[in-house]
């Protein structure tokens, strides 16, 4: 009798493992939303996963696990912690459902792709675990870090607007339209101090781009990747998406150069007029470990009238490349050096030469 009992119960628990083995997912679903996947770094995105079990039966043990890439940051309690796989455990009762929204910031100039989620499940009674893959075609832009204003002005010296006319890069590229009140969202750097004070609140100048306001930007980066020269290189892609961004709030046609490659090794720029969008969505893709190892965008002139600035590093830059934009570029030209040295800046035959020591 015990040994029939024994049996009848093997038996039993046999089957329970088979049912359970061919429905545990049946009914079981995963949602995953994404919002404003689109950030520079430090700024905050959301992930939220919803699952949904639409059975009797409930599942006491899940985890669910998205593989994630690198410098990246989950914001939890008020802290942050590095996040390699975004994962969470819980259970399911039947006919019920489990939410969780993660926020999490990103530090790394990038396209982070999510391909997959992994479902595991366990039950009480067997030691088997099960997974499940469901496909996740997501995708999380990190523009290049913009570069602060007030660092902009210190390697110009001065605005970008009176820069350019100051070095005869543009003729007049901005005529003066008048003053009117500010506005939130307007440039800092077109207050007028002076009429501000006069009036007793915050005062404007306006400005107007003349006929002439095309502009070639050039973004050199090294033919190596490797930890000394990718901060450079990272520093110039900075500062080229910054100045792009820039020249185009100022109404500049802006086309864009480089040697630069993405992930499939394909060119990202090749005196594409971009908008300012177009251009942080572009360098974001740039994969320095696929520059090439050309030198034709220094050796193509301007197109038009189009005067030029090229954005480079001393990790990239040398006397022959400067000798091919001199002939190229001419008078039209300046260079900016990102370095983590100290150097003499100075002209560069017709070109002008301008460093950015960064940090």
Same mark, same amino acid.
């Given at each position: 009798m015990i040994?029939? %009992? @024994?049996?009848?119960?093997?038996? %039993?628990?046999?089957?329970?493992?088979?049912?359970?083995?061919a429905?545990?997912?049946?009914g079981l679903?995963v949602a995953v939303?994404?919002k404003?996947?689109?950030?520079f770094p430090?700024?905050?995105?959301?992930? =939220?996963?919803?699952?949904?079990?639409e059975?009797?039966?409930?599942?006491? %043990?899940?985890?669910l696990?998205?593989p994630?890439?690198? @410098? %990246?940051?989950?914001?939890e309690?008020?802290?942050e912690?590095?996040v390699?796989d975004?994962?969470?455990?819980?259970?399911?009762a039947?006919?019920?459902?489990?939410?969780k929204?993660f926020?999490? @910031?990103?530090?790394?100039?990038?396209?982070?792709?999510?391909s997959?989620i992994?479902?595991?499940?366990r039950?009480?009674?067997?030691s088997?675990?099960?997974t499940q893959?469901?496909?996740?075609?997501?995708?999380?832009?990190? +523009? #290049?870090?913009p570069?602060?204003a007030?660092e902009?002005?210190?390697?110009?010296?001065?605005?970008?607007?009176e820069?350019?006319a100051?070095?005869?890069?543009? #003729?007049?590229p901005?005529s003066? =339209?008048?003053?009117?009140?500010?506005?939130?969202g307007?440039?800092?750097?077109q207050l007028?101090? !002076?009429k501000?004070?006069?009036?007793?609140?915050w005062?404007?100048r306006?400005?107007?781009?003349t006929?002439?306001?095309e502009?070639?930007l050039?973004?050199?980066?090294?033919e190596?990747s490797?930890?000394?020269?990718?901060?450079?290189?990272?520093?110039a892609?900075?500062?080229?998406a910054?100045?792009?961004?820039e020249c185009q709030q100022?109404?500049?046609?802006?086309?864009?150069?480089?040697?630069?490659?993405?992930?499939a090794?394909q060119?990202? +720029?090749n005196?594409t007029?971009?908008?300012?969008t177009a251009?942080?969505?572009s360098?974001?893709?740039i994969?320095?470990?696929h520059?090439?190892a050309?030198?034709?965008h220094?050796?193509?002139?301007?197109?038009g009238?189009?005067?030029?600035?090229?954005f480079?590093?001393d990790?990239?830059?040398?006397?022959s !490349?400067?000798?091919?934009?001199? !002939?190229?570029i001419g008078?039209g030209?300046?260079?900016?050096?990102?370095?983590?040295l #100290?150097?003499t800046?100075?002209?560069?035959?017709?070109l002008t030469v301008?460093?950015?020591?960064?940090?």
């Amino acid at each position: 009798m015990i040994l029939l %009992f @024994s049996a009848l119960l093997l038996l %039993f628990l046999y089957g329970l493992r088979r049912y359970w083995l061919a429905n545990w997912q049946q009914g079981l679903s995963v949602a995953v939303e994404m919002k404003q996947t689109q950030v520079f770094p430090g700024e905050t995105f959301t992930i =939220r996963q919803v699952v949904y079990n639409e059975k009797a039966f409930g599942l006491p %043990f899940l985890r669910l696990l998205i593989p994630f890439a690198g @410098s %990246f940051y989950l914001e939890e309690a008020g802290k942050e912690k590095p996040v390699n796989d975004l994962f969470q455990v819980f259970s399911l009762a039947g006919w019920s459902r489990s939410e969780k929204v993660f926020r999490i @910031s990103g530090t790394k100039r990038g396209v982070f792709r999510l391909s997959e989620i992994e479902l595991h499940c366990r039950s009480l009674l067997f030691s088997e675990a099960v997974t499940q893959s469901y496909p996740l075609n997501k995708e999380i832009t990190v +523009f #290049p870090q913009p570069v602060a204003a007030q660092e902009v002005f210190r390697i110009f010296q001065q605005s970008l607007g009176e820069q350019l006319a100051s070095q005869g890069l543009l #003729p007049d590229p901005l005529s003066f =339209r008048g003053i009117r009140e500010y506005r939130s969202g307007d440039p800092v750097k077109q207050l007028d101090h !002076k009429k501000s004070a006069q009036m007793n609140q915050w005062m404007i100048r306006e400005y107007d781009p003349t006929a002439n306001k095309e502009l070639t930007l050039i973004l050199d980066l090294p033919e190596t990747s490797d930890w000394k020269n990718d901060p450079l290189a990272e520093a110039a892609i900075s500062l080229f998406a910054t100045i792009a961004m820039e020249c185009q709030q100022l109404g500049f046609l802006t086309r864009c150069r480089s040697n630069a490659r993405d992930q499939a090794a394909q060119p990202l +720029f090749n005196d594409t007029v971009l908008s300012a969008t177009a251009a942080l969505q572009s360098t974001s893709r740039i994969e320095l470990k696929h520059s090439a190892a050309a030198t034709s965008h220094l050796e193509r002139p301007a197109v038009g009238k189009s005067s030029s600035l090229i954005f480079t590093s001393d990790a990239a830059w040398s006397t022959s !490349k400067a000798a091919l934009a001199e !002939k190229a570029i001419g008078a039209g030209g300046t260079v900016l050096i990102a370095t983590r040295l #100290p150097q003499t800046a100075a002209a560069s035959g017709l070109l002008t030469v301008r460093e950015w020591v960064i940090p």
